[in-house]
């Protein structure tokens, strides 16, 4: 039996993908890396992605479907600040749902590029900034939401990861409170969160 015929699927070539993206960054890892790595051909990888792109993609899907349920949900919200916080309680959700995908893809800043080559993930990433955004934005909330966003990464820093990483509760909390002060949303979010 080749070693294409020996029948990884999806699931073993994105597992192996995301150790790989983690251990050697998303640019250093190639399709042929991905084989190796599992012991195939690359043309058995090709059986199920096409370029490296679809399966950094695919490693985020779950997250940005996520996004996009937020950012649809957003849109229905009249209230700016309502608005915004529909996102920040989604973000909290989903860095803390996708954390190990989440840590790896988005400390590599291919992956943003790659999001950005997708129109329709790129219209997502600007749904979510404008419900934070909210209209007519100063110059001052465009820092405030820049600083969130940017802040959001920190997690994802190796000094924040492995035996150093904060709980997910802990982290979910600290999330939300950042985008409750850096956007001015008020503590009255964060406390409905806690409720029962």
């Given amino acids: 039996m080749g070693r294409a015929a020996a029948g990884v699927g999806r699931e073993r070539i994105l597992d ?6 983690a251990q050697r960054g998303v640019d250093a890892t190639s399709l042929q890396t991905i084989a190796d790595e599992l012991g195939i051909t690359k043309a058995a990888v090709y059986h199920h992605f096409q370029a ?6 695919e490693v985020l899907r779950e997250g940005l479907e996520g996004l996009e349920a937020a950012v649809a949900t957003a849109s229905l919200v009249e ?4 608005r915004a916080w529909v996102i920040v309680r989604a973000l909290a959700d989903l860095i803390v749902a996708h954390r190990p995908s989440y840590s790896v893809m988005m400390n590599d800043h291919t992956v943003e590029a790659v999001m950005r080559s997708e ?3 790129a219209a997502i990433l600007d749904g979510m900034e ?4 909210g209209p007519e934005p100063t110059p001052e909330r465009r820092l405030a939401v820049a600083f ?7 997690p994802t820093r190796p000094s924040l990861r492995g035996d150093h ?3 997910d509760d802990a982290l979910h909390a600290r ?3 950042l985008g409750a002060h850096l956007l001015a949303l008020g503590d009255a979010h964060i406390g409905a969160e806690t409720q029962p």
């Fill in 16 to 21: 192996a993908s995301l150790r790989l993206f």
């Fill in 52 to 57: 490296k792109n679809q399966i950094i993609l």
């Fill in 79 to 82: 209230e700016p600040q309502a």
């Fill in 119 to 121: 129109p329709h993930i």
């Fill in 130 to 133: 404008a419900a934070l955004l």
């Fill in 148 to 154: 969130f966003l940017a802040a959001l990464n920190a």
């Fill in 165 to 167: 990483a904060p709980s």
């Fill in 175 to 177: 999330v939300l409170a």
